[in-house]
């Protein structure tokens, strides 16, 4: 049986206990209350009992605990007032990942991976603009053609586009101005930096999923100061990376501790003017995700950040101080108190006012997945070190990390562009279903996309090449199946 994790202490050491800790939770509070050095709490002590983590690092202070502490007359206040006798510094192994590349290594998904409706999101699409995007997606799984970069995806809107008739007796009808619309939603995305996401080679999860030498778990950070710019992204990237460990995970019931525990910081942009569709979908994926071993923490600054339909989901709570200012403000607190389990001895409401930093309400489930008696607690002090480490420190570790040199060079394998660019200028086949001549294709529109030029090459006709193309891509050790998950993204994932 693993050990309990020591998170705080009330009147008595308050327990997270292992079996449970894929029952998911929540960290909440006002800023500056304490909720980054509690979220370092946690991450340490799942690492020290071997279970991997996840977390985006908004503001660069959790980078500290891949360093050891030091002697401090607070922290060491905190560990005399908590008895906490055996109290040491230590780090946490750490791996850094940055979708731009810049502070770890790069992350990478395929336009396919990503999928449709959460793409449609990340463009800001409405109905029928995502509807068309649905559609090119169905056309490109239809013909085996990958979507692997915004180039592949461009070169096949537009190629749909100039041959919406081809299509329309199989799909339906194909609007122009839809076609229009998303295109110039990539070129934004583009121009955001976020565009650097998409292509390969894409990470593999199980990447995320390491243990030391020492046995303990890998904590991966992700750096999102940058990326939290571009709020949309931020949250579509975390949404994907949430759904893709669902779908590629399998079933392991209630283990004696988690395969990986997933912090979901800045939670409150994951449901900001979330569609319905998605949001039900989120439930789903929080509701049974637990049973492949993954815990989600939501760390928001308001409970009501979450919609209650994923509040009543997360068991395991440590909620920081809030402000009561404003009637929403009091709102806010009341219905923080009513979702933790009565304690007579304490009056919740008025204490989450009160609280100082470092201090919080803790509720843990027990052994038998009952919520605990809430507790007014202080957290015990981190045993790494409090906030971000230099440039230097981190390009050391991101050179000498288990996966240096796996991620840093961009691969660009035929997919839908080369394809479509090999053929530009050439017969179409006959338009689906009817075999009759589509007739001919525009002149060469790669030429449009930013940064291509230069002529196709000839060779088989399109339907040809689309068959060799998805054959190759069937036998190939980095190929992916089509066959589309709960919210769009490929089911089967990167095969090494």
Known sequence: MVDPLVIAQGS??????????????LVAGATGTGKTVTLQVMAEAFSRIGVPVFAADVKGDLSGISQ????NPKIDERAKKLNLSAFSYAPCPVTFWDVFGEQGHPVRATISEMGPLLLARLLNLNDIQESVLALVFKIADDNGLLLLDVKDLQALLQYVGENSKQFQTQYGNISAASIGSIQRGLLALQQQGAAKFFGEPALNLDDLMQTDSNGHGIVNILAADKLLQSPKVYATFLLWLLTALFERLP?????????????????????????????????????????????????????????????????????????AFT??????????????????KLNVEQAITQLAVGEALVSFLDETGTPGIV?????????????????????????TSVVAGVYENAVDRESAFEILKARAGQPLPAAPGTGAPAGQQSPPWYANIPGISGGGRRGDNLVEAMAKSAARTIGSSVGRQIVRGVLGSLLGGSKR
């Open 327 to 344: 009637p929403k403000d009091q709102k806010a607190v009341r219905a923080a108190a009513e979702t933790f389990r009565t304690n007579p």
């Open 68 to 71: 050891p502490g030091t002697p």
């Open 12 to 25: 008595t050491p308050l327990y997270l206990l292992p079996k449970m800790a894929n029952r998911h939770g």
């Open 375 to 399: 507790e007014r607690a202080l957290i015990c002090p981190p045993h790494s070190q409090i906030g971000p480490i230099t440039p230097e420190q981190r390009s050391q570790l991101t050179k």
């Open 251 to 323: 079933e392991v019931g209630d283990p004696e501790k988690p395969k990986l525990i997933f912090f979901f910081d800045e939670a409150h942009l994951l449901f900001a003017d979330l569609p319905k569709v998605i949001e039900d979908k989120v439930v789903q994926v929080v509701r049974l995700i637990r049973s492949k071993g993954v815990g989600v923490y939501f760390v928001t600054q308001n409970p009501l950040d979450v919609p209650e339909t994923v509040l009543g989901q997360l068991s395991n709570r440590v909620q920081h101080a809030l402000r």
